[in-house]
């Protein structure tokens, strides 16, 4: 990693006290790479693209996909309506970054979109703030207010003759609506039923539309990148996933809370250096590296793995959102792997056959081995229903269900085979 | 006065309402913010009130009926005052979720799902809100965060709402930054 953490300056959430304030932000260089790029001729449409794409800027929405490349699969301008959907849905179990963007830099992140506005020749960006989050979403509204009371949205931004609007929506609870395809859905009021893909958004969006998706923190990025360069920004950590990032850290270590640093951090570090270490100083156990649909690591797997896509996957997990839960040698596996199943069986949306039963069915189980009455052919049953389940529905929701259930249960096999009777038979 | 309670906008809300709808270039988008502002005033969206935000954005009622039902925040009967909202998901539950939801239940005699006899309090078990850094956590009826809850942070909580007294936004630093100032 070529940059040293210690001594690391939070970029997206940087330390400069009154920062949501829109002066302040102006005051510290803000909305000048917006005016810069909207005034200059060496700024078009294509270069912002492309300079985003070279910095390899990855979503922080869970996917990792490069943005850049997502931004170039926009069809050519047609006259008609173009839109922009950030997610700020946010409901992932274990993540809680998003919304430190709205609460201490918004100004960032509604400059990165005006950006990346430009580049894809949008008109309209729609903000979908989870509805839990009504603070944020108040606190996230005045910064419109003001960003367009200055200028920066509307029609002729800073006298260029770019023309966007931004509105905010607000949800009303449903984690399903963070996939983009449902998020689409609930923005156009009906109920949050993921569309089945292709066509995908850039084709056939938002009102049958071209529109992009991104993350808030994916978009707060793009400022960064704009003002100092691809090259700058492949320079901050991981190589292959670089740039700064927001760690949401909870669970059993002493200091919880979000940080911000480079990618590529080890998970160690952030444990033990960054969080204080462990509370009371026991072992840890597990780490959910990314959001509850990660699978999670043992404590004795954790040598020199690092939060980047690479060494995660190396190491059989993902990136996901970067919100990590790190659990105690205490904690009961069989109780965590009950209460994650729950929550993708409530928030299954009932479309398809094996997630809507499928999470049932595993959940069920889990209910069964949590109260003492499993045998061990149910490890190897719920296991096959992951088999079962994974790939066949038309979103991901039903391979996040499985994922943590295949690899709690073969990751942490010895906390199940304590609370199951053995079976006389094994399932062929 | 009739049982029957009659909902209707005011002229300041259908104002309001045409804002919204300027926002989308179609008609049912607005069912969301709608049925938002309709819980605020009337405190749930009961069909009565669905029917109301159908004929007002001339929708049908079933397609308002489908929505309200599909998101868990709209209050599809009449809850308590306040909703005591118990994250009790992941980061929650292994932080002592359960305790606070528990802790609840008994001191106010109800369970997960119910609501008190005088129509103060309802208690739910919620997923998780995006604050598992502070957990244990509840939210009160779709607003205020409570973090970090102890048994005595519940006990001042529920003395202050039995006042109509709530609990004020709770601003938490971002560590980074105070570490730094406290070193320096
Ligand atoms: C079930 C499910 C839930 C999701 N929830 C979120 C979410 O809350 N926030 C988010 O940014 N992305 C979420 N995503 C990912 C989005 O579908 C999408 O990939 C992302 O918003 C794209 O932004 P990015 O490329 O900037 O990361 C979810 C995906 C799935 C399958
Ligand atoms: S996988 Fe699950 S959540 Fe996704 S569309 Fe199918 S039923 Fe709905
Ligand atoms: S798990 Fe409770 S707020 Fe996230």
């Not at chain 1, 889990?366 to 079962?388: A, M, P, S, V, W």
């Not at chain 2, 528990?102 to 008190?116: D, F, M, N, R, W």
Request: aromatic share 10%; net charge negative; hydrophobic share 35%.
């Amino acid at each position: 990693m070529s940059t040293d953490w210690k001594s690391f300056q939070p970029l997206l959430i940087p330390k400069i006290p009154n920062l949501h304030k829109i002066d302040v932000y102006e005051k510290n260089g803000g909305y000048k790479t917006l005016k810069d790029i909207l005034t200059s001729k060496d700024h078009t449409p294509e270069s912002v693209t492309n300079t985003v794409k070279a910095a390899n800027l990855r979503g922080r929405g869970g996917a990792g996909f490069n943005a850049g490349l997502k931004w170039s699969f926009m069809p050519k301008p047609d006259g008609g309506p173009r839109y922009i959907a950030a997610n700020g849905d946010e409901s992932e179990p274990g993540t809680f970054k998003d919304r430190q963007i709205f609460e201490y830099n918004p100004h960032q992140f509604i400059e990165g979109s005006i950006i990346a506005g430009y580049a894809m020749d949008i008109t309209a960006v729609y903000v979908y703030i989870r509805g839990e989050y009504r603070s944020w979403i108040n606190m996230f509204q005045k910064a419109v207010d003001d960003a367009y009371a200055k200028g920066y949205l509307g029609k002729n931004i800073c006298n260029s003759g770019f023309d966007l609007d931004m509105y905010v929506h607000s949800g009303a609870g449903a984690y399903i609506c963070g996939e983009e395809s449902s998020l689409m859905e609930s923005l156009e009021g009906k109920r949050g039923y993921p569309r089945v893909k292709p066509p995908f958004p850039a084709q056939k969006g938002l009102w049958g539309r071209p529109t992009t998706i991104n993350n808030i923190e994916t978009l707060a990025n793009v400022p960064l990148i704009m003002k100092n360069g691809s090259e700058w920004y492949t320079s901050i950590g991981a190589k292959t996933h670089p740039g700064p990032v927001l760690y949401g850290i909870s669970g059993h270590v002493n200091k919880p809370g979000v940080y911000e640093y480079p990618t590529g951090m080890l998970i160690s570090d952030l444990i033990n250096e960054v969080c204080g270490g462990m509370r009371g100083g026991k072992k840890v156990k597990a780490v959910i590296p990314g959001g509850s649909s990660t699978p999670p690591l043992r404590g004795d797997q954790l040598d020199g793995v690092r939060m980047d896509a690479d060494s995660l996957r190396e190491a059989g997990s993902m990136m996901g959102t970067a919100g990590m839960v790190i659990m105690d040698e205490d904690t009961d596996m069989v109780d965590v792997l009950w209460r994650i199943s729950h929550f993708y069986h409530h928030e299954s949306c009932g479309q398809c056959t094996p997630c809507r039963d499928g999470t049932g069915f595993l959940e069920k189980t889990l209910i069964k081995i949590k109260n003492g009455e499993g045998e061990t052919r149910d490890l190897d049953l719920l296991l096959d229903l992951c088999t079962q389940i994974e790939g066949r529905t038309i979103c991901a929701l039903a391979d996040a269900a499985a994922w943590p259930v295949r690899y709690t249960i073969t990751r942490f096999r010895e906390d199940f085979e304590k609370r199951v009777k053995k079976s006389a038979f094994a399932l062929a | 006065m009739s049982n029957e309670q009659q909902y209707t906008f005011s002229k300041e809300e259908l104002a309001e309402i045409e804002k919204i709808k300027a926002k989308y270039p179609d008609k049912k988008p607005p069912v969301m913010p709608v049925l938002w502002m309709a819980q605020e005033k009337f405190g749930h969206v009961e069909p009565e009130v669905q029917r109301l935000v159908a004929e007002t954005l001339d929708l049908p009622e079933a397609h308002v009926y489908g929505v309200a039902t599909f998101y868990t925040q709209y209050y599809k009967e009449k809850m308590g005052k306040y909703v005591l909202d118990v994250c009790t998901c992941l980061s929650c539950q292994i932080c002592g979720g359960y305790d606070i939801l528990h802790y609840l239940e008994e001191k106010l005699g109800i369970k997960a799902g119910e609501t008190t006899e005088d129509g103060k309090f309802s208690i739910q078990s919620v997923e998780c809100l995006g604050a598992c850094g502070y957990a244990p956590m509840m939210q009160i009826t779709n607003d205020v965060y409570c973090n970090h809850l102890t048994k005595e942070k519940v006990d001042t909580i529920l003395d202050d709402l039995k006042k109509d007294k709530l609990p004020e936004f709770e601003q938490i630093p971002f560590p980074q930054h105070q570490n730094e100032s406290s070193k320096s």
